[in-house]
């Protein structure tokens, strides 16, 4: 069968045996939105940063489904007729295409998701520096440095690294015992008084600050020194999981806590 003739109008005959049980040795894996979108319909058309192909978890005509790169190099789908199911979508798609979404099980894309090493070892695996986020102490002095390394391999695979200045020049990568603190944490003492936004990761915070609030991100909570809070409200953000969310994915989902 030609994948450009299913239009989901034929009986189940037409998806033949070996392609309703394909193993996830056999799908296609780390493709983007543009070309799962071109595999469904070459002439798929974009629109913002979505393409939109006929739904095939509904077997739609009109191409109601928007796909979009997503965060972890998933992509996420948004059915605008049926509102199908990510998992339906995704079922849709390996059974029709071939086309596998999210990282393989058991494959040694998974198993290098979280890559050991040094920021140096990283760098020679191919990994790139995206971004710094200092952590500081009351009057702004830095503490200590999270990095974020990225790199793309089939799958997009991010990894983290702290490290804290040694006092003549250079870094230890570790964070040892150097006090812990929330982040941003001369801004969330200069907005005191506003209601405190914390944020999953330090980009979102650096948004919200960016807005003018009072944002930080809470990690390992029994580590960081929460004595500039405690007591307070907070309103906690996290980030929604690609697989529920469909296109919300990475916008935050707010929650109400109250520091301890
Ligand atoms: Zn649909």
């Not at 199911?85 to 979280?114: D, H, M, V, W, Y």
């Not at 982040?183 to 948004?207: F, M, N, P, T």
Request: charged share 30%; with cysteine.
């Amino acid at each position: 069968m030609k994948p450009e003739e299913h239009n989901g109008a034929s009986g189940p005959q037409r998806n033949g045996g070996a392609k309703r049980n394909r193993h996830h040795d056999d799908l296609h894996y780390g493709l983007s939105a543009s070309e799962i979108a071109r595999r469904i319909d070459p002439k798929a058309r974009r629109q913002g940063k979505a393409f939109r192909v006929r739904c095939l978890a509904h077997g739609g005509e009109d191409p109601n489904l928007a796909i979009a790169d997503g965060e972890k190099g998933v992509p996420v789908f948004k059915c605008y007729s049926r509102d199908c199911s990510f998992e339906e979508i995704r079922a849709a798609l390996a059974t029709q295409f071939g086309i596998g979404i999210g990282p393989p099980p058991n494959t040694g894309e998974n198993r290098e998701r979280k890559p050991r090493g040094g920021i140096a070892a990283l760098l020679r695996e191919g990994y790139k520096q995206v971004a710094v986020y200092p952590y500081t102490d009351e009057a702004g002095k830095p503490l200590y440095e999270k990095i974020k390394f990225e790199r793309r391999n089939g799958v997009l695979i991010k990894t983290y690294r702290f490290r804290r200045p040694h006092g003549r020049g250079g870094w230890i990568e570790s964070l040892g015992d150097v006090r812990r603190v929330p982040y941003r944490l001369s801004d969330v003492i200069a907005k005191a008084g506003q209601i405190l936004q914390d944020c999953e990761g330090e980009k979102d915070a650096d948004r919200l600050a960016q807005l003018g609030l009072r944002a930080t991100s809470l990690d390992e909570l029994n580590k960081v020194d929460l004595s500039f809070i405690r007591g307070e409200s907070v309103n906690v953000y996290e980030d929604n999981d690609v697989e529920g969310a469909g296109m919300r994915s990475g916008a935050p989902r707010l929650t109400i806590g109250r520091s301890q």
